[in-house]
């Protein structure tokens, strides 16, 4: 709507290149509304890995920042209570689905996604991006080691130049706001944080303005272990049948029982009556 406003005024004011251009941005939000949905109080883009990612690159030509986040069924489970959380993702300019389950889900209520866009795939495009484009990246989250071990992963891969700064995951409340000076400070194009849920969708909305100069800030949960070593990925075939969660599960029994098993039923019971009820 301001957007449209914008443009009368400008034709009125006898400015018609910039109206055109107001134009066109304001049909490119309109386009990329039209491909956002909305299931069991969260929205969710409809776009590929790859206009996901052609996206990101416009931004960083146009010189504006693009808030990322993922979901998935946990994660969309905790958004029912969690308001804080629920905001800090709805706020996001792209909302991708991070879990397979999320993109069953969308196809049995009725609202198919195109596909999953899983957060750690993501990342790796990004950062093979960056390296094109010599666009530097902040790679924050983790323990100390595992981020260091990140840091050479991609320095040696790539090129030391890549790297802007990065910093481990543990810091108090009073730590954030000099945190995210810092990153501001860096000259970063990208910001990756892996930190666990809600505290890095918290950290992201609450600090995006004053991040505004970084053109990509993304959570990216445990996927810096990933990176490093640490955490084994599930084989491809396990992710296309949506059984990356149980492949998680069965490193960690102890730690992930809940996680997957309580937390999926209770996104299937949220699905089925979500369909249901209408």
């Not at 323990?143 to 992963?153: G, L, P, R």
């Not at 991040?211 to 996927?223: P, T």
């Not at 272990?225 to 069965?250: C, I, N």
Request: net charge positive; glycine share 6%; with cysteine.
């Amino acid at each position: 709507m301001i957007l449209f406003v914008k443009t009368c005024i400008a034709f009125i004011s006898f400015k018609p290149i910039y109206g055109i251009v107001l134009y066109l941005l304001a049909l490119y939000k309109l386009i990329l509304d039209k491909k956002r949905i909305a299931i069991l109080n969260t929205t969710i883009d409809n776009l590929s890995m790859q206009e996901t990612l052609a996206l990101v690159q416009q931004k960083i030509r146009d010189g504006e920042q693009l808030h990322h986040v993922v979901v998935n069924a946990g994660k969309v489970v905790a958004m029912q209570k969690d308001m804080e959380l629920r905001h800090s993702v709805n706020q996001c300019h792209i909302i991708n689905a991070d879990g397979q389950a999320v993109v069953w889900a969308s196809r049995f209520l009725g609202k198919p996604l195109k596909e999953r866009v899983a957060g750690i795939d993501l990342m790796a495009n990004l950062v093979e991006m960056a390296h094109k484009n010599n666009n530097k990246i902040f790679l924050f989250g983790a323990k100390e080691e595992v981020v260091k071990e990140v840091v050479e992963k991609y320095s040696e891969n790539y090129s030391p130049e890549i790297i802007a700064g990065y910093r481990n995951g543990y810091f108090t409340p009073a730590e954030e706001e000099e945190i995210a000076k810092q990153i501001a400070n860096s000259g970063t194009q990208m910001l990756f944080v892996a930190i666990s849920s809600p505290i890095k969708e918290n950290f992201l909305y609450k600090y995006r303005d004053l991040l505004k100069n970084v053109n990509l800030i993304m959570g990216v949960g445990g996927s810096f272990d990933v990176v490093a070593g640490k955490t084994k990925r599930a084989p491809s075939w396990m992710q296309k049948a949506g059984l990356e969660w149980f492949y998680r599960f069965a490193q960690e029994p102890r730690r992930m029982w809940k996680r997957y098993l309580v937390g999926n039923s209770k996104f299937i019971y949220l699905v089925l009556r979500e369909r249901f009820s209408h």
